[in-house]
């Protein structure tokens, strides 16, 4: 049995599709000096790092020269040591990649996108990742190798479109009460925008939402069995 970790794969998984934002890192494209830079962020539905940029940014011309990148996320403590946060730095090679279904799971995160999403200079790119380094405070370090924090989940990718499209059809009360009662939104207007082993992100106008499950699921009948618990559980 391997040893448990204290920062668990699931646990910095996690930490990467709560954030909206994160600092990208590549290798300036003129001599290689390392360059830091902010970037909207979204995940696909195994988890890897999703960006929307332009050609015009300096990282995607880096990029375009050399995929070799790095993404880190952060969750800052309310006061005291900033080191004392979560945080995770996935390192590996992006690629550009079609819009299809990432575009709508990148806008569920980040609506005021849909101005410039469709831009000709603007484009998807997806990470690859090789291994990632969480971090939750002193004595909480772990190298995590991206096998074992980006499973496969085939069955989830080919089921999503159509899960969100049932969820926001059918289900449509169901979702409101999600956003209700297990987030603390106001009623009404919310809709299913990405579902993936984590979570789904829900979405009205604006406002954005994530709804954590509580276990990761891999498989239409845990997916099914999941979202009916959580629809018995807040009708009440």
């Not at 291994?131 to 405070?137: P, S, W």
């Not at 999503?160 to 009360?173: K, L, Q, W």
């Given at each position: 049995?391997?040893?448990?970790?204290?920062?668990?794969?699931?646990?910095?998984?996690?930490?990467?599709?709560?954030?909206?934002?994160?600092?990208?890192?590549?290798?300036?494209?003129?001599?290689?000096?390392?360059?830091?830079s902010l970037?909207?962020?979204?995940t696909?539905?195994?988890?890897?790092p999703?960006?929307?940029v332009?050609?015009?940014?300096?990282?995607?011309?880096?990029?375009?020269?050399?995929?070799?990148?790095?993404v880190?996320?952060?969750?800052?403590?309310?006061?005291?040591?900033?080191?004392?946060?979560?945080?995770?730095?996935?390192?590996?090679?992006?690629?550009?990649?079609?819009?299809?279904?990432?575009?709508?799971?990148?806008?569920?995160?980040?609506?005021?996108?849909?101005?410039?999403?469709?831009?000709?200079?603007?484009?998807?790119?997806?990470?690859?990742?090789?291994?990632?380094?969480?971090?939750?405070?002193?004595g909480?370090?772990?190298?995590?190798?991206?096998?074992e924090?980006?499973?496969?989940?085939?069955?989830?990718?080919?089921?999503?479109?159509?899960?969100?499209?049932?969820?926001?059809?059918?289900?449509?009360?169901?979702?409101?009460?999600?956003?209700?009662?297990?987030?603390?939104?106001?009623?009404?207007?919310?809709?299913?925008?990405?579902?993936?082993?984590?979570?789904?992100?829900?979405?009205?106008?604006?406002?954005?939402?994530r709804?954590?499950?509580a276990?990761?699921?891999?498989?239409?009948?845990?997916?099914?069995?999941?979202?009916?618990?959580?629809?018995?559980?807040t009708?009440s």
């Amino acid at each position: 049995m391997s040893e448990r970790r204290s920062f668990s794969a699931d646990e910095a998984r996690n930490l990467l599709r709560r954030a909206r934002t994160g600092t990208l890192g590549t290798l300036n494209a003129d001599d290689g000096t390392p360059y830091a830079s902010l970037v909207n962020l979204a995940t696909d539905v195994r988890g890897c790092p999703v960006i929307l940029v332009s050609t015009l940014a300096w990282h995607t011309r880096n990029l375009l020269a050399d995929p070799r990148a790095s993404v880190m996320v952060a969750e800052m403590p309310g006061e005291g040591d900033a080191l004392t946060g979560s945080r995770v730095t996935v390192m590996g090679r992006f690629s550009r990649i079609e819009a299809g279904a990432l575009a709508r799971r990148y806008l569920a995160r980040h609506p005021a996108a849909e101005l410039y999403a469709g831009f000709g200079d603007f484009a998807f790119w997806r990470l690859e990742p090789e291994r990632a380094h969480a971090v939750a405070g002193f004595g909480r370090i772990e190298t995590i190798p991206a096998n074992e924090m980006f499973p496969s989940a085939d069955e989830m990718i080919a089921l999503e479109e159509a899960a969100v499209d049932h969820m926001n059809t059918d289900h449509a009360d169901a979702i409101q009460r999600y956003a209700e009662k297990l987030l603390g939104a106001a009623p009404g207007g919310w809709k299913f925008m990405a579902i993936d082993p984590d979570g789904a992100d829900l979405r009205r106008g604006e406002e954005v939402l994530r709804l954590p499950f509580a276990e990761p699921v891999f498989s239409g009948a845990a997916l099914r069995s999941l979202l009916a618990k959580l629809g018995k559980e807040t009708n009440s």
